[in-house]
C-alpha cells in the first residue's frame, strides 16, 4: 500500500490510504467465521473489549469455561448440519444414519445462543 501511494502521488493521483486499509480489513474480515469461543474471543479482543468471556460469564451468569465449552458444541453440531448432512460418522456405513436431534434440544440452543448475543452486544453498549 505505500508503494502504490508513492505511486498514486507521483502520477498527481490520491491514493486515499486509509479507503484502502479500510478495504483490506474488510477483506480479511470476510474470511473469518467467529464460530467458535477461540474466534469469538479473538473478534472481541480485535475490538478492543478486554475480559469479554469474563464480563459474558457475569451478564450469563454462568462459568466462562462453561460458556465455551458450549459455544464449540453448538458450533460442532451446526457443522455436523452444514456439512456432513447431519448423518453419522460411521467406520463402515451400511446404512445411512442421522444424528439424533429433539426440537426441545434446539429450542433450548436457539435460546442459549441469543442469551449470549445479548451478553455480546451489552459489550459494545
Same mark, same amino acid.
Given at each position: ?25 474488510? %477483506?480479511? *474480515? ?5 464460530? !467458535?469461543?477461540?474466534? $469469538?474471543?479473538?473478534?472481541? @479482543?480485535? +475490538? ?39 448423518? %453419522?460418522? *460411521? ?5 445411512? !444414519?442421522?444424528?439424533? $436431534?429433539?426440537?426441545?434440544? @434446539?429450542? +433450548? ?17
Amino acid at each position: 500500500m505505500a508503494d502504490a501511494s508513492v505511486v498514486a502521488r507521483r502520477a498527481g493521483k490520491d491514493a486515499r490510504p486509509r479507503v484502502q486499509v479500510k478495504n483490506t480489513v474488510h %477483506r480479511h *474480515l470476510l474470511k473469518k467465521t467467529f464460530h !467458535s469461543s477461540i474466534q $469469538v474471543g479473538d473478534g472481541l @479482543a480485535a +475490538a478492543r473489549i478486554s475480559g469479554a468471556w469474563k464480563r459474558i460469564s457475569e451478564a450469563i451468569d454462568e462459568p466462562a469455561a462453561e460458556l465455551k465449552k458450549r459455544l464449540d458444541q453448538i458450533v460442532m453440531r451446526r457443522n455436523q448440519i452444514v456439512h456432513e448432512g447431519d448423518m %453419522r460418522r *460411521l467406520v463402515r456405513p451400511r446404512n445411512v !444414519s442421522f444424528n439424533d $436431534v429433539t426440537q426441545k434440544s @434446539a429450542t +433450548a440452543d436457539v435460546d442459549w445462543m441469543e442469551s449470549l448475543l445479548d451478553a455480546i452486544d451489552e459489550l459494545f453498549a
